[in-house]
């Protein structure tokens, strides 16, 4: 898979995260008394899952970022 697929991906799942928010904040309804369903919690969880795997998927370093500069043949007769 391509670095672009990878980080398009992390977007889009960082994207869904913030719609699951704000769908877990109205499932919580607007009396603070009330009691939490468990599509709230389900949501609430899916949310953060969403959002922190998208996340590390944007700012994960490609393969060749990671690999050491090579020296050159120059560098190395000094």
Do not use: H, Y
């Not at 603070?32 to 969880?45: K, Q, R, T």
């Not at 996340?55 to 060749?64: K, Q, S």
Request: some cysteine.
């Amino acid at each position: 898979m391509s670095w672009w697929k990878i980080r398009l991906t992390g977007l889009l799942l960082f994207i869904v995260g913030g719609f699951l928010f704000v769908a877990a904040t109205k499932a919580a309804g607007i009396d603070p008394n009330a009691e939490l369903g468990w599509d709230a919690v389900f949501l609430g969880i899916l949310c953060i899952f969403s959002t922190s795997f998208g996340f590390g998927l944007m700012i994960m370093p490609r393969e060749d970022e990671l690999q050491p500069p090579v020296p050159s043949e120059t560098e190395n007769s000094k």
